[in-house]
């Protein structure tokens, strides 16, 4: 039967578009039809394939409307060729999709927010995956960053909670999106169904070694990280409530194996975190897969990749076999980001004649990626692009295309993060000067109270060389347009203020101080400056107000020296207002306690993008002087007997220069990572 028209059997409503009803009805039929004699063929084997996407965040098509240029290493419509191709090679699949869909390109952005699509409409991302047939999906984080009436609308229509017509019928995602930890505070019943049954028929060996098809259930549920309820509060609080995943599924699982559910197949928007259990974790996966009844888990929403064959893999933590491909014995996979990987998990099958089983020592978690080696130029060689995908959204993508190039102003210097993890504000400033400009003026106008606060604003670079030597915000001297400032500013993230004081603003700085590793100045051998902390959690002020050293030969937590505001040692008690994002103002306890919503004095309606593109509206003529020089921190000095190095775009020393960072230098073209990156060398004596 066709993948995306399989039927359902669910808790609570219903997300079926309408127009599938009658082509799932009679395609249940004709499945049904393989079940007669089923019990004559106990003993018989099949594999089922789980095919996994994972947070594609609308990478449709292999474009960067960031840059304006195709970029073969991710998207969508080269992971679409990995699934035919899986396809041809397994009789039996289930293709399902682990959220963070929905957001996260300009493309999404014009759907969502500039032209926003009407009811009758799909998203283009969900048109896209609708020519490859999904059987399910769940919803990831950035689901919810649009509001839960646009959430609505997407997936079809029928959501009972505050704010939203659960009458409206719209085009929806195409197939069944399930969420078993999300719930409606109107209803007191989950957003969307918690699952979906699937009934599918199997191909399989019969035990006189003969082809027979016989009829299988599938479990499919779903759960998102509870870090909801802070990212997108504005939109959240009072109207849904989430649960624990473990929870969820100690409730839903055995409802599914109770309703005949063959095998339970777990789609977590979350990762794994060896930290003691709590239901508001954000990356359960090593509590989840010890919840009896699941037979495969799906992850995602940290990006990365399980299971991993590197000699350092991401995740050692007890339980996790990256050689076996499971978590606690349960096979999983993770398959990257943004299309870059499909997650395949070869479930081994036994049909005891009634049901079937899942042998999970002999099934097999693997990613196969869309880059499949290089050539003998050592360049990248990726899988090509399926080609019925472009063409399904070419209006919305050229229309997209024709949005971002609207000028707003230009610039006299290289706007860049490439060597921001070292000093240089050059891409960072003028995302701080326009929070800054902005908190200041509600400020003046609509809070009177914190009127004579000192406001200061800090942002990090939010693309710092992740994904790779093409991860990097970098704008060239010229006119600049809408896409430039998407690309100074990634995340649809909104404008928030704080109050905290000077000790606070020590400790805010120490926490962001954890991206570089402990330098030993006696070691000989080549140290690397950073380490795993991510690059967009490395806040930092970029004003002459602000000035700080950072003393990466000390341990974390004891890193900031001379911190002054305006020429004097920062006074612990006097209470400063801090212009960042809802993420960092909600959810960054672990950098100082007031940072878990506390502290928040104005949570703004307005991203933090659109503030960039409206200040440089109203300021054209971005310079260096006035918008990229102003260096609020430096390394301490230190004299060191080895190399301190890092990584970062490919001979890209001109642009350090240009900086004024005159103690960096190029070590390598190529450092070895094969991710199309430079080695650089830091001299700390300078």
């Known amino acids: 039967m066709p993948a995306h028209l399989s039927p359902l059997t669910i808790s609570g409503r219903t997300a079926w578009p309408l127009h599938a009803l009658g082509a799932a009805s009679a395609a249940l039929l004709a499945a049904c039809g393989g079940s007669d004699?089923?019990?004559?063929?106990?003993?018989?084997?099949?594999?089922?394939?789980?095919?996994?996407?994972?947070?594609?965040h609308f990478n449709v098509r292999s474009y960067d409307y960031f840059k304006l240029a195709d970029d073969p290493s991710y998207g969508f419509e080269r992971t679409a060729t990995l699934v035919r191709q899986a396809r041809k090679e397994f009789p039996n699949t289930l293709l399902v999709d682990n959220g963070d869909t929905i957001q996260g390109t300009a493309l999404a952005d014009y759907e969502a927010v500039v032209k926003a699509i009407p009811c009758n409409q799909q998203l283009s991302m969900y048109k896209a995956m609708g020519a490859l047939g999904f059987d399910a999906g769940t919803l990831g984080n950035h689901e919810f960053n649009y509001g839960l009436p646009f959430l609505n609308q997407v997936l079809g229509g029928g959501m009972d909670v505050e704010g939203?017509?659960?009458?409206?019928?719209c085009a929806g995602s195409g197939y069944p999106a399930v969420l078993a930890n999300v719930y409606s505070s109107k209803t007191r019943q989950p957003l969307v169904q918690p699952y979906t049954l699937i009934e599918k028929t199997l191909v399989a060996t019969g035990p006189d070694g003969k082809e027979v098809k016989l009829p299988i259930k599938v479990g499919v549920i779903g759960f998102t990280t509870p870090g909801i309820m802070n990212w997108d509060k504005r939109y959240l609080d009072g109207k849904v409530y989430t649960e624990g995943a473990v929870e969820s599924a100690t409730k839903y699982v055995p409802e599914l194996r109770a309703k005949g559910a063959d095998i339970v197949v777990a789609l977590l928007h979350g990762g794994l975190d060896a930290g003691a259990y709590t239901p508001t974790m954000e990356n359960p996966g090593l509590y989840l897969s010890k919840v009896s009844g699941?037979?495969?888990?799906?992850?995602?929403?940290?990006?990365?990749?399980f299971p991993d064959t590197a000699a350092t893999p991401a995740y050692s933590q007890p339980g996790v076999d990256n050689k076996a491909g499971t978590i606690n014995g349960v096979p999983a996979v993770m398959a990257s980001s943004w299309g870059k990987a499909l997650g395949v998990i070869s479930l081994k099958m036994k049909w005891d004649g009634k049901a079937w089983s899942v042998d999970k020592s002999a099934s097999k978690s693997e990613l196969r990626n869309i880059q499949t080696g290089k050539d003998a130029a050592g360049k990248a060689v990726y899988v090509s692009a399926d080609a019925t995908i472009a063409p399904l959204v070419e209006s919305q993508h050229q229309a997209t295309i024709g949005y971002v190039k609207t000028p707003i102003g230009s610039t006299d210097f290289r706007m860049s993060t490439l060597f921001a993890d070292v000093g240089d504000p050059g891409a960072i400033q003028i995302v701080n000067q326009a929070q800054q400009a902005y908190v200041s003026a509600y400020i003046q106008a609509n809070l009177p109270q914190y009127k004579d606060l000192p406001v200061l604003s800090v942002s990090a670079p939010f693309k710092s060389g992740f994904q790779g030597g093409a991860d990097y915000t970098d704008v060239a001297t010229g006119p600049l347009a809408i896409f430039n400032a998407a690309d100074l500013y990634l995340y649809p993230n909104t404008v928030y203020a704080v109050k905290v004081n000077g000790a606070d603003i020590k400790n805010w700085l120490e926490a962001a101080a954890?991206?570089?590793?402990?330098?030993?100045?006696?070691?000989?051998?080549?140290?690397?400056l950073i380490g795993t902390f991510p690059g967009y959690n490395f806040d930092m002020f970029t004003s002459t107000d602000v000035q700080y050293e950072i003393d990466v030969t000390q341990p974390t937590g004891s890193r900031i020296r001379n911190l002054a505001y305006k020429g004097q040692p920062i006074d612990t008690a006097q209470e400063f207002v801090i212009a960042t994002n809802n993420y960092r103002a909600t959810s960054g306890r672990s950098?100082?306690?007031?940072?878990?919503?506390?502290?928040?004095?104005?949570?703004s309606p307005d991203a933090n993008r659109d503030v960039v593109i409206d200040y440089i509206r109203k300021n054209p003529s971005v310079t260096r002087t006035a918008n990229g020089a102003a260096k609020?921190?430096?390394?301490?000095?230190?004299?060191?007997?080895g190399p301190v190095v890092f990584s970062s775009g490919a001979n890209a020393l001109a642009v350090a220069q240009a900086a004024g960072l005159a103690n960096i230098s190029l070590l390598a073209a190529d450092d070895g990572s094969g991710k199309g990156t430079s080695k650089y060398r830091l001299d700390l004596s300078k």
Do not use: C, Y
């Open 164 to 169: 939203v017509d659960a009458r409206q019928k």
């Open 632 to 641: 609020s921190w430096r390394f301490a000095k230190a004299a060191t007997a």
């Open 37 to 56: 004699g089923a019990s004559d063929n106990a003993g018989a084997t099949a594999t089922l394939a789980v095919l996994e996407t994972t947070d594609l």
């Open 514 to 528: 954890k991206r570089f590793n402990q330098i030993d100045p006696a070691k000989t051998s080549e140290q690397q």
């Open 591 to 603: 950098f100082i306690d007031k940072l878990d919503g506390s502290g928040t004095i104005w949570a």
């Open 294 to 305: 699941i037979d495969a888990m799906v992850m995602g929403h940290q990006h990365s990749v």
